[in-house]
């Protein structure tokens, strides 16, 4: 505890010396009462002192303004650096997953790319001072945009995606989570640090021990990963269409000539959230937006990461005064 006028102390001085004088002019008047008048000392005299002395004293100590100080714990969102994997291989032009009917179409087919895309902007809407970066991934990956907080300028690069010439063959989690771990290294300051993954799941280049190893990583690093998964887990074909993106001109076939077929395969999704403390969503959920971003929020919350601690002043100036109120009514 300060006190921040300290100097009103000083009045104590005059206060005791005034006290000792009051006790001293309260006894010759009672001796006087009992010699002269034979009187009893009058009940009370001596309290009223006592109490009016505690209100000069509360008063004093009240204009000195004394101030405690406590610590309280403040969780702060700016503090959380999130990092946004979209997958854009060519399994997320299949057309199997449809747009809500109360949120408007990001392009002109209802792909899975396409709601990846839309997912991100509602995501962007519920950010309140995160960091985001964004990266993609296919059979390789890179970064589309390093973190930073210029929403808008994530939303022009998402909203502005061609998604015929960014799909790409082949899809690698992993290379694509080595990306977003390589850009969550780089930060400069201490932070919450959080991977989010949207895609469909598909990966036949990678083993379960790459996996293994990519958690060994984020758990060492302590971070989380968040995936989405996107599409139908009844395979479907991938469609061939015009650039204008009106007409279906034929499906994508492999090598030997067969129709490619795709479906959503959660478990290496579901592998990476449950290792990696995280949780995984189907894009199906209603406002799937705003419960990632509240359970990202929660769980950072729950084990005191982005937690700073600020000291506030709190004034006993009020309270003293209150009391001596009290003191001097005491007094009548």
């Given at each position: ?8 102390f ?18 010759r ?19 009223r ?84 970066g ?17 929403y ?14 960014l ?16 850009m ?15 895609g ?14 990519i ?11 968040y ?41 290496r ?12 969503w ?6 799937l ?8 929020v ?35």
């Amino acid at each position: 505890m300060i006190c921040r006028h300290p100097y009103w102390f000083l009045g104590f001085l005059p206060l005791f010396l005034y006290f000792i004088l009051a006790l001293r002019h309260q006894s010759r008047l009672e001796r006087l009462r009992r010699t002269i008048f034979f009187a009893p000392p009058r009940a009370g005299e001596r309290r009223r002192i006592l109490l009016f002395i505690l209100t000069l004293a509360l008063l004093l100590t009240a204009l000195a303004e004394p101030v405690v100080y406590r610590r309280r714990a403040v969780f702060k969102r700016s503090g959380i650096d999130l990092t946004i994997g979209i997958d854009i291989s060519k399994s997320m032009l299949a057309e199997d997953s449809a747009f809500p009917p109360s949120e408007p179409a990001t392009g002109n087919r209802a792909s899975r790319l396409n709601r990846a895309r839309l997912l991100v902007l509602n995501l962007l809407d519920k950010l309140d001072g995160e960091r985001i970066g964004i990266f993609v991934y296919a059979g390789s990956s890179y970064e589309l945009v390093p973190p930073t907080t210029d929403y808008g300028y994530c939303r022009y690069l998402i909203e502005n995606l061609d998604e015929l010439a960014l799909s790409a063959p082949g899809s690698r989690i992993a290379a694509g989570l080595e990306t977003g771990i390589e850009m969550l290294n780089r930060k400069t300051e201490d932070s919450s640090e959080v991977i989010l993954l949207i895609g469909d799941g598909e990966d036949a280049a990678d083993t379960p021990d790459a996996f293994k190893i990519i958690i060994a990583k984020i758990r060492a690093a302590d971070r989380r990963i968040y995936c989405v998964g996107i599409g139908r887990r009844t395979p479907g074909l991938i469609p061939i269409r015009t650039p204008d993106g009106r007409e279906i001109i034929g499906y994508y076939k492999n090598e030997k000539g067969d129709f490619i077929t795709t479906a959503l395969e959660p478990e290496r999704f579901k592998q990476l959230a449950a290792g990696s403390r995280g949780r995984y969503w189907t894009l199906e959920q209603e406002r799937l937006a705003s419960a990632i971003v509240k359970q990202i929020v929660l769980d950072l919350h729950n084990s005191g990461r982005s937690t700073t601690y600020e000291i506030l002043p709190l004034s006993l100036s009020s309270w003293l005064l209150a009391l001596a109120v009290v003191t001097f009514l005491l007094t009548l």
